[in-house]
């Protein structure tokens, strides 16, 4: 007697399948209170994961990983947070932001953003208060 069998082979690829990056959230315009937390958001997706920066008015914008002292961390789903919108004279986050998303399989860049950062000029010295006056009497 005589056994038979068969063998079955299956074959992967090697090679896995890549996609370009694509933009799927872009920052927009936003107005925060000086010294108050804000986040511009940059959904990005793509295979392998892009590498995600930021730009601000053109200029690469340096965040926590890269300067400790920073006050901008870039998150986990590469949103740009600021821990206190700053506006003064050695620093203003004001400005027209953007992300750019790269992989092997190309680089992609996400419409303008604008955060403005809005503050008082001059600070209140004092409460308001109420006051009499006669009728025609200027104030």
Not at 79 to 104: M, P
């Amino acid at each position: 007697k005589r056994l038979g069998f068969t063998i079955i082979l299956f074959f992967t690829s090697s090679t896995a399948a890549t996609t370009a990056p694509e933009i799927l959230e872009h920052p927009l315009d936003i107005v925060v209170a000086r010294n108050e937390p804000v986040t511009l958001n940059c959904k990005v997706s793509g295979d392998p994961e892009p590498n995600v920066e930021w730009f601000k008015d053109g200029e690469l914008v340096n965040t926590a990983r890269e300067d400790p002292r920073s006050h901008k961390i870039l998150l986990p789903d590469n949103g740009l947070f600021f821990l206190r919108a700053l506006h003064g004279k050695k620093e203003k986050d004001s400005g027209q932001y953007w992300c750019k998303a790269s992989n092997i399989r190309g680089t992609v860049t996400s419409r303008k953003g604008n955060l403005q950062v809005a503050y008082l000029e001059k600070e209140f010295r004092g409460l308001p208060s109420d006051v009499d006056v006669a009728v025609g009497s200027s104030v």
